[in-house]
């Protein structure tokens, strides 16, 4: 005799593909999707979409997966923009206080920026107000991290990084990696960068914006900070001048992270911003 059938109906049908995810053999990874089914059997039930309804979102999530590549991530940016990344980011770097919080990576990172020595610019065209950065890498104790990795990335003065126009900024224009010196200390020049809108060129920024959500990212400056015995430090420096500081999409910005862009006197020098800033690391955690 075979098994009783059990139909779906709307109050069990999270449970019913929840079972048949754990019959599997990866549990692990079956109780990952099946908190994700259930979260989307709730909303349905909550929203109650028509079929027109719900194909329309299904359009929407292929429109998403056409437009990514590997020069354009729309699944990111989706991620990005619904406040999910940044939420990854809280569940993952748990530290003490007063340590430099993390933020995400954003979409323009890449991990071949060329290592250059302290005090050179990362700006390869000159073009915009120049910056000075003076950065410090610290423990929690106050004592220098002596020899930390700093890489770092931004967008230039109209907003817009290397990689988004190759064909009009140089390779690696505003991008580097530095190594502190024995008191933790680092310094190089750029160009002070510009806030930009999130690209809305495509499916995700064109819903969004259809429902008001800010698009416009403030100024900042990207940093990915590593060194032996720490955990590291992916985060962001904001402008607090900056008119759109509350309004980040990304939900990236915190009280810890804005930074005061200063105009210098030395402006014959070629230097007509500085910014001084301090990175505070965390020990890494033994294995429990």
């Known amino acids: ?20 995810l754990a019959a599997g053999a990866e549990p692990e990874l079956a109780g990952m999707v099946a908190a994700i089914v259930r979260s989307v059997h709730q909303a349905v039930r909550e929203i109650r979409p028509t079929a027109q309804q719900w194909r329309a979102l299904l359009a929407f999530l292929t429109d998403v997966g056409h437009v990514s590549d590997e020069r354009r991530q729309e699944w990111v940016l989706l991620s990005d923009m619904l406040g999910i990344t940044q939420l990854v980011e809280e569940i993952n770097a748990r530290r003490p206080k007063g340590t430099t919080p993390n933020t995400s990576r954003g979409l323009f990172y890449r991990a071949d920026a060329p290592r250059l020595p302290l005090g050179a610019s990362i700006s390869l065209d000159g073009a915009g107000e120049p910056l000075a950065v003076a950065g410090h890498v610290r423990d929690l104790d106050g004592r220098p991290v002596s020899g930390a990795s700093v890489e770092t990335w931004q967008a230039n003065a109209q907003g817009l990084y290397e990689n988004q126009q190759p064909d009009l900024q140089p390779d690696f224009n505003l991008r580097g990696q530095f190594r502190a ?5 680092f310094g190089y020049r750029r160009v002070r960068p510009a806030g930009y809108k999130v690209p809305d060129d495509g499916p995700v920024g064109e819903l969004l914006g259809r429902l008001g959500y800010p698009l416009r990212r403030p100024a900042h400056l990207h940093f990915l900070i590593s060194a032996p015995g720490f955990e590291t430090v992916t985060t962001q420096v904001y402008d607090r001048s900056d008119p759109y500081i509350d309004k980040d999409p990304l939900l990236g910005v915190k009280p810890e992270l804005l930074a005061d862009f200063r105009r210098t006197p030395n402006e014959r020098a070629g230097v007509a911003w500085s910014l001084d800033f301090t990175f505070v690391m965390a020990r890494a955690r033994r294995p429990s």
């Open 1 to 20: 005799m075979s098994a009783a059938i059990q139909a779906l109906q709307e109050q069990n049908s999270a449970d019913l593909v929840a079972r048949r």
């Open 181 to 185: 010196d024995d008191n933790g200390d």
